[in-house]
């Protein structure tokens, strides 16, 4: 094998490319191969069933299992893009509304955090800012993990809530809004240019989640970049602020990578303008086009670009995302 070679690890990145290819084959084969135990599985408890050996709530359980891993490999053979199979930078932001809609921010954090749980990702809060009374302003949540990004670009939109208000006194019933952006978090194997005549720093006193931890120096750091749009020439400023480390370097380093995952989302936003293939029904990120509803009262959470809909409102919100996600990977495949 080309990995056991004396000089394969000469060349680390290069090594590190292939190595990854080589995982990304063994979890296909292995995907593969329990797929095909949990059927072989289930002939075996139907061949039993008419013998009478086992029940047929033994037969139903194995179908439930086969059926399971069969929709997991299907959602897996949907993330064919090149950027599909990395980590993913997930930043919501509390639209008008003050409370409420902070509150329904935080409400939209907690829900993707109990997704990235059941999932196994690593996630990590690189700026999180506090609501005025309750909720939050704005967090960015880093998330590492095969396919992170391939499976949360479908939550790239704004997401409205419509409930009773516990902050209403009369108990009236209140629209909210939050926005989430989700870009590719990068990895050493995508080269980034970055011209750093173009980036300019802030420090600030950082705090964590929560009002917790306030430092007493000025380890909080705001980047500021001028890209510059290849095709157009058009100049907009791009503002990263990184609050994670207690070390103003170690938050000026992710800082850097977080900036990487945006340009390289803008590339490939501009490989998709020039090649005409820009998803049909993608919705920009402005407020008045969300891409789902949350309307608890109706015990109903809709996602508008594909119809799909469920009443149970509580599951969702505890990080059920999987068949909207399903959903949209199935519709945009389709219509690529």
Same mark, same amino acid.
């Given at each position: 094998?080309? +990995?056991?070679?004396?000089?394969?690890?000469?060349?680390?990145?290069?090594? $590190? #490319?292939?190595?990854?290819? &080589?995982?990304?084959?063994?979890?296909?084969?292995?995907?593969?191969?329990?797929?095909?135990? *949990? &059927?072989? $599985?289930?002939?075996?408890?139907?061949?039993?069933?008419?013998?009478?050996?086992?029940?047929?709530?033994?037969?139903?359980?194995?179908?439930?299992?086969?059926? !399971?891993?069969?929709?997991?490999?299907?959602?897996?053979?949907?993330?064919?893009?090149?950027? =599909?199979?990395?980590?993913?930078?997930?930043?919501?932001? *509390?639209?008008?509304?003050?409370? $409420? *809609?902070?509150?329904?921010?935080?409400?939209?954090?907690?829900?993707?955090?109990?997704?990235?749980?059941?999932?196994?990702?690593?996630?990590?809060?690189?700026?999180?800012?506090?609501?005025?009374?309750?909720?939050?302003?704005?967090? +960015?949540?880093?998330?590492?993990?095969?396919?992170?990004?391939?499976?949360?670009?479908?939550?790239?939109?704004?997401?409205?809530?419509?409930?009773?208000?516990?902050?209403?006194? !009369?108990?009236?019933?209140?629209?909210?809004?939050?926005?989430?952006?989700?870009?590719?978090? &990068?990895?050493?194997?995508?080269?980034?240019?970055? #011209?750093?005549?173009?980036?300019?720093?802030?420090?600030?006193?950082?705090?964590? *989640?929560?009002?917790?931890?306030?430092?007493?120096?000025?380890?909080?750091?705001?980047?500021?970049?001028?890209?510059?749009?290849?095709?157009?020439?058009?100049?907009?400023?791009?503002?990263? $602020?990184?609050?994670?480390?207690?070390?103003?370097?170690? #938050?000026?380093?992710?800082?850097?990578?977080?900036?990487?995952?945006?340009?390289? =989302?803008?590339?490939?936003?501009?490989?998709?303008?020039?090649?005409?293939?820009?998803?049909?029904?993608?919705?920009?990120?402005?407020?008045?086009?969300?891409?789902?509803?949350?309307?608890? =009262? =109706?015990?109903?959470?809709?996602?508008?670009?594909?119809?799909? !809909?469920?009443?149970? &409102?509580?599951?969702?919100?505890?990080?059920?995302?999987?068949?909207?996600?399903?959903?949209?990977?199935? !519709?945009?495949?389709?219509?690529?």
């Amino acid at each position: 094998m080309r +990995t056991q070679a004396p000089d394969f690890w000469e060349d680390s990145k290069l090594a $590190e #490319n292939q190595m990854r290819k &080589v995982r990304s084959i063994k979890s296909w084969i292995e995907s593969y191969n329990e797929l095909k135990a *949990a &059927v072989d $599985e289930l002939q075996l408890a139907f061949d039993f069933q008419k013998e009478g050996v086992t029940s047929e709530a033994e037969v139903d359980e194995a179908y439930h299992n086969a059926f !399971q891993l069969l929709e997991k490999l299907e959602m897996k053979n949907m993330l064919r893009s090149e950027e =599909d199979h990395l980590g993913a930078v997930l930043k919501i932001n *509390a639209g008008a509304g003050g409370t $409420e *809609a902070q509150d329904w921010a935080e409400m939209l954090y907690r829900m993707y955090l109990r997704w990235c749980e059941s999932k196994g990702y690593k996630t990590t809060v690189t700026n999180w800012l506090d609501g005025d009374d309750a909720g939050i302003k704005t967090v +960015t949540l880093q998330i590492e993990g095969d396919y992170a990004y391939g499976y949360l670009k479908s939550e790239n939109g704004v997401h409205r809530l419509v409930r009773v208000s516990p902050y209403n006194a !009369q108990g009236k019933r209140m629209t909210s809004f939050s926005s989430v952006s989700v870009v590719p978090l &990068v990895d050493d194997s995508i080269e980034i240019e970055i #011209n750093t005549s173009d980036i300019t720093w802030d420090t600030f006193r950082s705090s964590g *989640a929560g009002g917790q931890n306030v430092n007493k120096v000025e380890t909080g750091v705001r980047l500021h970049y001028d890209y510059r749009d290849p095709d157009t020439g058009e100049v907009k400023e791009i503002t990263i $602020e990184n609050t994670e480390s207690r070390s103003q370097f170690g #938050n000026k380093d992710n800082a850097i990578r977080l900036l990487k995952s945006q340009l390289y =989302d803008l590339e490939l936003e501009r490989r998709k303008r020039s090649q005409s293939k820009i998803e049909a029904g993608k919705k920009k990120i402005e407020w008045g086009s969300q891409i789902r509803s949350y309307v608890f =009262d =109706d015990r109903r959470v809709k996602d508008h670009r594909t119809d799909y !809909q469920t009443s149970n &409102v509580q599951a969702v919100m505890d990080g059920d995302l999987d068949d909207f996600i399903k959903v949209y990977l199935m !519709q945009s495949v389709g219509e690529e």
